[in-house]
């Protein structure tokens, strides 16, 4: 019997979770497997929050799983394992250390002797194309510059596993452009002292552009949901149709609705008060639907489409989308962005007349507006601290994320002027009782 390449990382059935700001345990991941093979590079991608990072952190033996088992060729992972290293989103340069110091740093914990760690360091600034910046400080360098250093420190170990968190999303267009197409440039031509990538990113495009195969994870609690493989040769053409098939293909996958798990109040509808609102401001939200009713649009666009002339990525226009679905002003569906029937009114209508739609809307849509709004006309006073609901937000979600979606309340609820807020003191009140 011929025997398969030996997994270098096998993940089966691993769960993880995370006390929540009310102190019940949010499970963040929920039986996720995964294989990962000599060869290839493999990509994660989902909606922020749905775990990614997690899993890398699993991965890279940072975090421990609550449940399931995470194993590096065949050795269940305790701490860091060898032969797997990370690049961080932010880079993560020690400022007073010099460009060549960074790099060799990451030999000096493998105790490697210092003749040949410098040897080592100069190849891989070399090969990432820092020739001549050794002697610089990161603070010299731009945002695609310290990414390199980042990459470098990586390679310098000639790790067997490559992990990276969204490693090109802290820099400007172009710049991150010409880091893939370097990478991918080098990984071709076998010159990475590398044997696999797992790159987690929330830019469909990107895992497009560089994996073999792509793992979409579902939110809430984050689960690989579906497997996309990636056959076309390297190099790559955005344009190609069979590429923009498969763009389009998971765009779709990744408006598939999820089941909503948190309870609604009783008599609102909606998906009740536990649901995370996204910080998305009203501006926005109204010049999208602005866009949306304009040709060339005429109320229906492919997502792809949209966010490609908005110069918004995935993640961006699926939050925006969402929160326009969830205000019944738009419907997602396959892909596609649709506007309702108020949704088209809403863009014809004037500033003052929309903000009452919106306020509707709010009230009738977003459970956590209706029960603020209730609490304020309750109240002699018709005031109310924000840790009222904040409190309640945390029996759901995470503190982050009860924040946020405080902020998009208080955002959403002045523009539609259905109750003022106070920053100073955290206290709602209503404007004209
Ligand atoms: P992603 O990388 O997909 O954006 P993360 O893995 O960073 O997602 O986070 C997923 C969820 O887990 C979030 O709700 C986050 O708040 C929560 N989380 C992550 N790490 C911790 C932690 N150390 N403590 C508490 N909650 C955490
Ligand atoms: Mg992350």
Redesign the pocket.
Known sequence: MLDQPSALIDIRGVCRS??KGSGEQ?L?LEKVDLTIRSGEIVGLL??????????LRIIAGLVTPSSGSATCRGETIVGPPNGVAMVFQSFALFPWLTVLQNVELGLEALGVESAERRKRALVAIDLIGLDGFESAFPKELSGGMRQRVGFARALVVHPDLLLMDEPFSALDVLTAETLRTDLIDLWIEGRLPIESVLM?THNIEEAVLMCDRVLVFSSNP?RVATEIKVELPHPRNRLDTYFRQLVDNIYARMTQRAEPRAPTIEGIPGTGIGMTLHHVSSNVLSGLIETLAAPPYRGHADLPVLASQLQFEADEILHLGESLQLLRFAQLSEGDLMLTEAGTRFAHLETDARKKLFAEHLITYVPVMGLIRRVLDERPSHTAPAARFRNELEDYM?E??ADETLKTVVSWGRYAELFAYDEQSEMFSLENP
């Open positions: 995370f006390p949010l963040v989902g909606r922020s929050g749905s775990g990614k990072s997690t899993l987690v984050g995470s982050d994320y």
